[in-house]
């Protein structure tokens, strides 16, 4: 019996250092072919015969990569916070508020789960050019900050909290906004952490909303200002390995800061309405 698991749990450590290996793979070869010459990006092999940074110094240099890395940056942790804030006030009131039409508002707002982005793309930029809002940073931020998952999400989480506590709090004089930023907001942390964390990570990678909204050189996001690398006539594969590379490094110290948050809060997410 004793031999048996530990034949088992060799073998899932052998399975477990595959896969790491097979993810980890990629992400080296693009490391490596982001410090080969123009010469060799196309060669193979692991080890180059000659180390380059010029990518690296081109785009920053005579690119400006590092404003674009500053678009990115604002444009992702606005939209991560403003998300959050909406979603969790918002699932707030569908969770602890009683007031008429409830269940048919979260029925509406389930539903925009449902709708493909690429179906509301056209009606969502005739609004934002209505609104006067192309060409700028808050044109990105503003229609993509609403997420119906987040506040369903949110809103499982909170059915899931005793009402004893809102209670205690409402005889100790509190209202329903400190109620839910002293009492339940604290507890939500994990799934806080992890919805932030997504958002932050999908917006830092978004291309397509942010390519329709703006067309200033200097409003370009890191993805978009990646993309231009790319022309009819040629392609600069070593700035596009090195500026991947380096977009690549807040998203790997995001992940390994907020690691156990994200495992809790993933662990909580099964929570049951």
């Known amino acids: 019996m004793k031999k048996s698991k530990k034949v088992l749990s060799v073998v899932l450590v052998i399975i477990g250092l595959i896969i790491s290996v097979t993810l980890f793979f990629p992400i080296l070869v693009m490391f490596i072919t982001s410090i080969k010459g123009d010469t060799e990006i196309f060669h193979l092999s692991l080890i180059p015969k ?38 969790s006030t918002s699932a707030y009131a569908f969770a602890r508020l009683r007031f008429r039409g409830k269940k048919i508002f979260f029925l509406i707002v389930l539903s925009t789960m449902m709708i493909p982005f690429s179906v509301i793309m056209i009606p969502l930029f005739l609004i934002t050019k209505t609104l006067h809002l192309t060409n700028t940073l808050w044109g990105i931020i503003i ?6 998952y987040g506040v369903y999400l949110l ?44 958002y932050f990570i999908a917006n830092w990678n978004n291309y397509l909303w942010p390519l329709i909204v703006t067309t200033k050189p200097e409003l370009k996001l ?22 991947t590379v380096v977009a690549s490094v807040p998203i790997f110290l995001l992940f390994s800061y907020f690691q156990s948050y994200i495992v809790e809060g993933i662990k909580s997410s099964g929570v049951k309405g």
Not at 143 to 148: F, S
Not at 178 to 196: A, D, E, H, N, S
Not at 226 to 243: D, V
Request: proline letters at 4%; glycine letters at 6%; hydrophobic letters at 50%.
């Open 50 to 87: 000659s180390i380059s940074f010029e990518g690296y110094v081109k785009i920053f240099t005579e690119y400006g990569f590092l404003k674009n890395i500053g678009n990115s940056l604002f444009v992702a942790t606005v939209t991560t916070f403003l998300s959050l804030f909406l979603q």
């Open 143 to 148: 229609p993509i900050a609403a997420n119906g």
């Open 222 to 243: 890191v993805q978009v200002a990646i993309a231009g690398f790319r022309s009819e006539r040629q392609t600069l594969w070593n700035l596009i390995f090195a500026a």
């Open 155 to 198: 809103r499982q989480f909170f059915v899931t909290i005793p009402r004893d506590l809102d209670e205690s709090a409402h005889i100790d004089g509190a209202t329903h906004f400190q109620i839910f930023r002293k009492v339940l907001l604290p507890l939500c942390k994990p799934i806080l952490v992890t919805l932030g964390t997504s």
